[in-house]
């Protein structure tokens, strides 16, 4: 496999994964990892696929969460996180690291909203426990069997 095949199916991996592996560092400098929704997953969220293909090869990603859940507490002390994703009947995998940002941009919330999350969020998008946080990964580590790729992404923007 070359690095042009090792990109394609990282991009396939990241749109396809049934979930998101999100570790964070708790305040005590713990890891704390929890699966989330994989918004880039067009055939359970195909409202977001526009939101993705304009900058598809940024391996941009965006989680929901409640404002009040651990996790803001821990990236608002240490941005630093991981996301991982994977299918294990292939022995395949894809791990992004970078700094994570809470999304404060109105329309961007508005664009990730799905309907049905107001059993979670009961004001809709703009509730105050709503948050939405963008992962903007700095390298990207695919594993496929023993084969192995690192991808400095700030260098592919």
């Not at 700094?99 to 941009?105: G, H, M, S």
Request: glycine content about 4%; some cysteine.
């Amino acid at each position: 496999m070359n690095e042009t095949i090792a990109l394609q199916r990282s991009l396939d991996l990241l749109e396809n994964a049934k979930a998101a592996i999100l570790t964070t560092i708790d305040l005590n400098g713990f890891p704390q990892t929890r699966a989330m929704f994989n918004l880039r997953r067009a055939d359970q969220f195909p409202e977001m696929r526009d939101l993705f293909q304009k900058n598809r090869r940024a391996f941009e990603v965006f989680f929901t969460t409640n404002t009040s859940s651990t996790k803001v507490s821990h990236l608002i002390e240490n941005p630093k996180a991981s996301v991982y994703y994977c299918r294990p009947s292939e022995f395949r995998g894809l791990m992004l690291s970078g700094e994570i940002d809470i999304v404060t941009d109105k329309l961007i919330r508005e664009a990730i909203w799905q309907e049905g999350w107001e059993m979670y969020y009961p004001g809709g998008p703009n509730d105050p426990d709503h948050t939405v946080l963008h992962l903007r990964p700095s390298i990207a580590k695919y594993y496929h069997q023993l084969s192995r790729f690192t991808f400095d992404l700030r260098e592919m923007k």
